[in-house]
Every structure is written in structure tokens, then in C-alpha cells.
């Protein structure tokens, strides 16, 4: 199975500042995903990427942007938090067997 | 657009009792998946179950079982001998076959398991 390890597990932050949030897969899988997950709203995607310096927009992008410098590395960035931010951030990693994503253990974020 | 709907956002059942979520979704594909995702309390979500909507066989992995209803577009989850361990949220989940790994997931179900 591959193994998708998120930087933080829980995080505070104040508004205005600047967030990254990092996931690191240890295979060589080309497909990357970060997700909001919220009470009642289920996960709604924010970006994702194909391969190294490529990114897609999900459904969710404003307030967001990401990087993809190396295939194992995928960071969300929050250039300026808001309160409305203030979520759990999962990143996924896709399988070879189609829909079959690896899940990080979460970031949870507030921001004050 | 697909979208996902989980009619259920929480149930409880006593331990060894069977149960079934809902799971019914919108879609003008023909060819498509469908998936559970589990995600236990605090823990990592994991893949439960999957099914490809050209089967009409049913997927079935041990105690869970699908009931895929396509002119209907239903997907429940059935959970036979329901286990403690079988407390956690699931998602109902979807997928435009060779596509692009993007996928859908409805707003979930949370399961209590009760001893």
C-alpha cells in the first residue's frame, strides 16, 4: 500500500497568515489530491496534480494554491487564512487500481 | 454534473445486527464506479469496497456488501455482523471511468456500532 504522510496533524494559526500544509507519498504514484473535509459537507477537492509542476483546480480552489516541486511532494498553500478555513485537510494519493485512494491522516486547521 | 447523495448522515445499530446506507447519485455517464470509503474515529479513510458499472454482479468483500441498482442509480452498503470496529464515517463515492482519478464523494454516513 503506499503510505501518504501529512506534515501536521494539528495546526493554529492566525489570520492573515501564511499556511502550508505538506503530503509526501513513498511510491512513485503520479496522481495527488488535497481535500477539504467539513461537518456536513462531506470532502470537496481543492486541487490536484497529474505529475511534477502540473495542478488542476478542483472544485473548491479560491484561497488556495499548490505546489508540486518533486513527484513525492504535494503542499497546499493558504497565501492569507481566513476563519472560513478553519477545516480538516486530507491528501490522497491514487492507486493503481482505479478509485482507489490512500489517505493521509489529516490536518487539522484552525485559524483564529 | 455527477453528484452524490447520502440520505443518511447518521444511524446507529447494535453490534451483530445488519445495516444498510444509502447511496444514490446522478450521472449521464454510462461508464462509471462506484466506491465505499470507511474513515474510523481519528483514523485514516480507507477503500471498503468498489464496483464497475458495466458488472451487474454485485461486489462483495466479507461482512460488506453492495446492492447496485443501476437504472435506479443506487449503491447502498450493507454491513452484515456489524462490529464495534465498524464505528466510522462512510462515503459513498463515484468515478467517471478513465477519467482522471477524480472523485466524488457524498456528504457521508455516520455509522455508531453499539455493544
Known amino acids: 500500500d503506499v503510505k501518504v504522510t501529512q506534515s501536521s496533524r494539528y495546526l493554529v494559526k492566525r489570520t492573515g497568515e501564511k499556511v502550508f500544509l505538506e503530503c509526501v507519498q513513498d511510491?512513485?504514484?503520479?496522481?495527488m489530491f488535497w481535500y477539504r473535509q467539513d461537518p456536513g459537507l462531506g470532502l470537496r477537492l481543492i486541487y490536484f496534480?497529474?505529475?511534477?509542476?502540473?495542478?488542476e483546480k478542483g472544485d473548491i480552489p479560491e484561497g488556495y494554491s499548490v505546489s508540486r516541486e518533486k513527484k513525492e511532494r504535494f503542499s497546499l498553500i493558504l497565501e492569507s487564512a481566513s476563519t472560513n478555513q478553519t477545516s480538516m485537510y486530507l491528501c490522497?494519493?491514487?492507486?493503481?487500481?482505479?478509485?482507489?485512494?490512500?489517505f493521509g491522516e489529516g490536518s487539522r486547521l484552525t485559524v483564529l | 454534473a455527477q453528484t452524490v447523495t447520502q440520505s443518511q448522515p447518521e444511524m446507529s445499530v447494535q453490534e451483530a445486527e445488519t445495516v444498510t446506507l444509502s447511496c444514490t447519485y446522478d450521472?449521464?455517464?454510462?461508464?462509471?464506479?462506484l466506491f465505499w470509503y470507511k474513515q474510523p474515529p481519528s483514523r485514516q479513510m480507507i477503500l471498503v469496497i468498489r464496483?464497475?458499472?458495466?458488472?451487474?454482479q454485485n461486489a462483495t468483500e466479507n461482512r460488506f456488501s453492495v446492492n447496485f441498482q443501476k437504472a435506479a442509480k443506487s449503491f447502498s452498503l450493507k454491513i452484515s455482523d456489524s462490529q464495534l470496529g465498524d464505528t466510522a464515517m462512510y462515503f459513498c463515492?463515484?468515478?467517471?471511468?478513465?477519467?482522471?482519478?477524480?472523485?466524488?464523494f457524498g456528504k457521508g454516513t455516520r455509522l455508531h456500532i453499539l455493544p
Open positions: 450521472t449521464s455517464e454510462n461508464n462509471y464506479y
Open positions: 496534480s497529474y505529475d511534477v509542476k502540473m495542478k
Open positions: 490522497a494519493v491514487s492507486g493503481p487500481n482505479t478509485g482507489e485512494l490512500f
Open positions: 464496483q464497475e458499472a458495466y458488472k451487474q
Open positions: 463515492a463515484f468515478e467517471v471511468s478513465d477519467r482522471d482519478d477524480k472523485i466524488i
Open positions: 511510491m512513485d504514484h503520479e496522481n
